[in-house]
């Protein structure tokens, strides 16, 4: 078995479902120390009891990625179990399909909290505990939605662009700490956040829109990136975006 990130330390946010637990499951599986994080403690902890079942080292924390105080336990957290932190995946966010008029100030606000505020956090949280890393990296996972732009889901659409160009300003900013940081870019993944609309014909055909594979992905086909930016093999990449969307962007 290869092991890709053997001995690595990785915080995963949004771990509890989903691709967050799909990537916290592959990076265990290649020999990384997971530090799971989530606002849903009860999914949080199924992930660290589904890693251990194959043998893996994990552990759960509380975390709400939008406040401050909750990113400092979680750090501290990694440091006293692991002594320090070489991946973040700031993976947790949250999606409303609103159309710009519909979306009210208090909606645009919560997106903006939880995906751009909670990636900027994790980015700035870590930087201490990534001192103690040979070969820190950071991956945000932004979205196709990050690059262009569909109906009805204004705030998260601009979230995602915050998060895309965040990603490159803190490439940028965090090269003084050795960090290479990169975004991750889905298309139309099967998880909770889509299953609802991809559940019928006609919502599926909406939402696959111009997929040239014709199909969703599974999370673990984003967990394969997620793996290469949070290995070595990616140690050319700093600043970059990698679309995964089984071609949608592309025509
Ligand atoms: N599913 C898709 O098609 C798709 C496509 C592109 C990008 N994305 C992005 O991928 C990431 C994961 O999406 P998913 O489809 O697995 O979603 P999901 O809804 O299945 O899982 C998201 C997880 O984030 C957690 N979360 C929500 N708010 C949080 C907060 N404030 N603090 C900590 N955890 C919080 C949730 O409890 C949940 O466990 C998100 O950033 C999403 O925007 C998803």
Redo the contacts with the bound molecule.
């Keep these: 078995m290869t092991s890709r990130v053997e001995g690595k330390i990785a915080v995963v946010?949004?771990g509890?479902?989903?691709?967050?637990r799909a990537h916290s499951l592959l990076l265990a599986r290649q020999g990384a120390s997971v530090v799971v994080?989530?606002?849903?403690g009860a999914?949080g902890k199924e992930t660290v009891q589904l890693i251990a079942a194959e043998g893996g080292t994990a552990s759960f924390m509380q975390?709400?990625?939008?406040k401050a105080a909750d990113w400092a336990a979680v750090v501290d957290h990694a440091v006293e179990r692991h002594g320090r932190i070489d991946v973040l995946v700031n993976?947790?966010?949250?999606?409303a399909f609103k159309s710009l008029q519909d979306t009210d100030d208090d909606l645009w606000d919560r997106i903006f909290e939880?995906?751009v505020k909670?990636t900027f956090l994790g980015c700035k949280a870590v930087i201490p505990a990534m001192q103690k890393s040979a070969a820190p990296s950071i991956i945000n996972?932004s979205?196709?939605y990050g690059i262009i732009a569909a109906p009805n889901a204004a705030a998260y659409e601009a979230s995602k662009g915050a998060v895309r160009n965040l990603t490159k300003a803190a490439a940028v900013d965090l090269k003084e700490f050795g960090i290479r940081v990169n975004s991750v870019h889905?298309?139309?993944?099967a998880?909770?956040?889509?299953n609802d609309i991809l559940a019928s014909e006609e919502g599926a055909k909406a939402l696959l829109g111009t997929t040239i594979l014709g199909r969703p992905g599974q999370?673990e086909e984003v967990s394969a990136v997620v793996l290469f930016l949070a290995s070595e093999e990616s140690s050319f990449m700093t600043g970059s975006e990698v679309v995964v969307d089984g071609g949608y962007i592309a025509q």
């Design positions: 946010t949004g509890a479902a989903g691709m967050g994080t989530d606002v849903d999914g975390h709400d990625v939008s993976n947790a966010g949250i999606l939880v995906n909670g996972i979205s196709m889905p298309g139309v993944i998880t909770a956040m889509t999370p």
